[in-house]
């Protein structure tokens, strides 16, 4: 069954760095494209990024655009999210998602569970 | 950008009752690319409706999504205890974005 497995969560300052990986298993993840969602605390969802199958097409939200850099690894099954000049509107639970098309930008089938980012000084 | 709306913001119901959730888009959604998610606490969201209006697999028929253009609705057929929740809505397509939410709750 599909898998998505986040981690590298974490309490960091202000202006610091971080990065999170999303390990798959249970699918052929070169196929899919992958999202990155996040929920502050007590707040509603807010898509982060997305990238497409072979990593030729990456989008990202306004709020994180030229802070956050996604990317992937299809040789391994890792996607990562690496978060620069983090802020403490950045905190949140940080999910991986599965597109649930190989040939379009869809909605997500599959989650992880999430990894905590906690940014305070 | 389009920007989602959704309405209420919480809907307080018995289980076996139905309830409406409405999402509304400031333009015209393309090809109906709109989804609908339940996220409980501690869970992932959960994928429900596609489309506007297809379910995805293993949910339910209580569960139904209609709408197009710029006006959407997902309802739930009789409530069952495991619904109460928060449901958002989200393009997709070329936008990502999600809408507030609707709580449901007893």
């Known amino acids: 069954q599909v898998q998505l497995v986040e981690s590298g969560g974490g309490v960091v300052q202000p202006r610091k760095s971080l990065r999170l990986s999303c390990a798959a298993s249970g699918f052929a993840f070169s196929r899919y494209s992958l999202h990155w969602v996040r929920q502050a605390p007590g707040k509603g969802l807010e898509w982060v990024a997305l990238i497409s199958y072979d990593g030729s097409n990456i989008y990202y939200a306004d709020s994180v655009k030229g802070r956050f850099t996604i990317s992937r690894d299809n040789s391994k099954g890792m996607l990562y999210l690496q978060m620069n000049s983090l802020r403490g509107e950045d905190t949140a639970l940080y999910y991986c998602a599965r597109d649930l098309y190989t040939s379009w930008y869809g909605p997500s089938d599959s989650w992880g569970q999430g990894t905590l980012v906690t940014v305070s000084s | 950008e389009i920007v989602l709306t959704q309405s209420p913001g919480r809907l307080s119901l018995s289980p076996g009752e139905r309830a409406t959730l409405s999402c509304r888009a400031t333009?015209?959604?393309?090809?109906?690319?709109l989804a609908w998610y339940q996220k409980k606490p501690g869970q992932a969201p959960r994928l429900l409706i596609y489309d506007a209006s297809t379910r995805a697999t293993g949910i339910p028929d209580r569960f139904s999504g209609s709408g197009s253009g710029t006006d959407f609705t997902l309802t739930i057929n009789g409530l069952a205890p495991e619904d109460f929740a928060v449901y958002y809505c989200?393009?997709?397509?070329?936008?990502?974005?999600f809408g507030p939410g609707t709580k449901v709750d007893i």
């Open positions: 989200q393009l997709y397509g070329t936008s990502f974005t």
């Open positions: 333009e015209s959604v393309s090809s109906n690319y």
